[in-house]
């Protein structure tokens, strides 16, 4: 009952950090390269960087994209569809599946890269999220996450080798070789807070605001920053079923303390209810042991009584027997 209950709470608990958590808005989304490796039929392709799958992270897993080899830059995009509230940007490395050291030959192709969110296929009219500079063969992550909390419709991964002398430990070429790359962030436009239930504010321009607290850096009619979020909620439609998942979501920090405190006391009721029914059954046990001993003391009593019985019969013929004797003398 106990271990029942336990598996029972531990998935909903895992349910209800899904839903409240970051979704990957880059999930099977448009990718593209600029340098694909020539041969297709190996299908390392853009699209393998963002199919959801990074358990095999080999060439030969089918899981990463491999750009061609022998170039000065190296480029890869993905393409949200439309302009989206990104928070994080998760990045998986090829490794061959071998250790990730400075002895890992990918772990030189991994330096220097840089991450761009733009809201055009051009990188040089984007932001730039993350610039490596000081990562070393033996201090290089692998995975990395890259909080880059802004408005962006594509997210660019690039590369270069071509301001020589490279740095210590960089490869002579540039590659791509994304196992993963992943876009963590508000799929619904419009939202925000950690868990995308949150409206935005009218006021407000697009991009300049943090997806966590709402905050704008500035707006269209001249409004404070800090006051952005406190004026003209956008209009919902009455009855929208996203505005009553938004109004479910927003309480899901109350529905999870509300979850633990009952998962406690169902706890303690199931231990309280174990001891009682174990206390019951050894004091049924206890009843038995004494029913049989009373048992037993009645079938002694009864054997006694019988053999005095028997006695005093027998006492009682041989007192005849002797009268008998007299007499007949």
């Known amino acids: ?41 190996l299908g390392w392709g853009a699209q393998r960087a963002v199919d959801g799958r990074k358990s095999n992270l080999s060439a030969s897993g089918g899981e990463c994209t491999i750009s061609a ?49 733009s809201n055009t296929t051009e990188k040089n009219d984007g932001v730039l999220c993350f610039k490596d500079k000081n990562f ?4 290089i992550p692998n995975s990395i996450n890259i909080t880059c909390p802004i408005f962006a419709r594509y997210v660019i991964f690039y590369n270069n080798r071509t301001n020589r002398p490279f740095p210590a430990g960089y490869s002579e070429y540039a590659y791509n070789e994304l196992c993963e790359l992943e876009v963590f962030g508000c799929s619904k436009f419009g939202y925000y807070g950690e ?32 006051q952005c979020n406190k004026t003209h909620l956008l209009e919902i439609p009455l ?28 706890i303690i009721f199931t231990i309280r209810e174990c001891r009682n029914k174990l206390r019951f059954k050894n004091q049924n046990k206890s009843k038995a042991r004494n029913q049989q001993r009373v048992t037993a003391d009645i079938d002694n009593h009864e054997k006694v009584d019988a053999n005095t019985e028997y006695q005093e019969l027998t006492e009682v013929k041989t007192t005849d027997n002797s009268i008998y004797d007299e007499i007949k003398l």
Not at 9 to 29: P, T, V
Not at 206 to 223: A, F, M, P, V, Y
């Open 1 to 41: 009952m106990l271990m029942e209950i336990t598996w029972r709470a531990l998935f909903l608990q895992m349910s209800l950090y899904l839903a409240i958590a970051y979704e990957n808005i880059a999930l099977n989304k448009e990718a593209w390269e600029r340098f694909p490796w020539k041969n297709i039929i």
């Open 239 to 266: 009855g929208d079923p996203d505005d009553l998942s938004s109004i479910l979501y927003s309480f899901a920090p109350l529905f999870a303390t509300l979850f633990v405190i009952s998962f406690v006391i169902n």
């Open 136 to 139: 070393t063969l033996e201090t």
């Open 69 to 117: 080899e022998r170039k000065a830059t190296a480029e890869w995009r993905v393409d949200l569809g439309e302009i989206l509230n990104i928070y994080r940007i998760f990045i998986q490395h090829r490794t061959d599946e071998l250790p990730w050291d400075a002895k890992n030959d990918h772990a030189s192709r991994f330096l220097g890269f840089s991450v761009i969110v």
């Open 195 to 226: 868990n995308c239930s949150i409206p935005w504010y009218e006021h407000c321009q697009l991009g300049l605001s943090d997806i966590k607290s709402g905050t704008r850096q500035s707006n269209i009619e001249g409004i404070e920053g800090q």
